[in-house]
């Protein structure tokens, strides 16, 4: 089993090998000059939602940002180390991104495992830590839905931390001046992982829009909501 499994992987690369460096002008022949994404998605490490796949991206077309449940920390000028952050500033003062996604999805394990009361298994517990940015949104689902079903608990928090991540990144300076100027579009995205439709926060209305239904028919008056 371990050994087909590994013999997958190497011929996906051989796939992709054929896909991208064969013919008169292989993609990476100009990659290999350097990246020039416009976007910067940020999506949850989850290996149902790999955010290239679900959007049919090529390579170089998103720059992507994967943790624990898609969450974005608050700007923290602490001496400690801050990976998501670093990422985040590196696509929008470098890479000089136009916009950027925070890509939520249901059936979120980091959300479900929040809202449940994750108890660490041992002393040294990055999850737990981890998924403290998002207790505020947790508390509020609880307090407002508290006669909910537990999957509507679950569901209402991984939106809530969505449009949390979103006034996270309004925290980095980089962002909110650009915001300000019109030089980058903030999004926030959920993959509706039962019914393989797409919804999108339209600040508008405060709430989440079928951007592309279960059938794959687009949702026009969404599209323009929040188009950027």
Known sequence: MEVRNIHQFIE???RFQSKYFNGDDPLYAKLNHGQNPTTLLIGCCDSRVDPALLLDCDPGDIFVVRNVANLVPPCNESEHQHGVSAAIQFAVES???????????EKCGGIRALMQGYQPSRKIDFIG???????????QVLQQLNLSSESEQNRACELGAIIMSLNNLRS????????ASGEI?????YFD?????LL???????TFLPMVCPLGIPHPDTQQDISG
């Open 172 to 179: 980095f300076p980089w962002i909110a001046e650009r915001e």
């Open 200 to 206: 999108a926060y339209s600040p508008r209305s405060d």
């Open 12 to 14: 996906g690369f051989q």
């Open 129 to 139: 830590q981890w998924m403290r940015i998002v207790e505020p949104v947790k508390q």
């Open 95 to 105: 890479l000089n991104v136009k916009r950027i996604i925070v890509m939520g999805h």
């Open 193 to 197: 992982m039962s019914n393989g439709a």
């Open 185 to 189: 579009a903030l999004h926030g995205w």
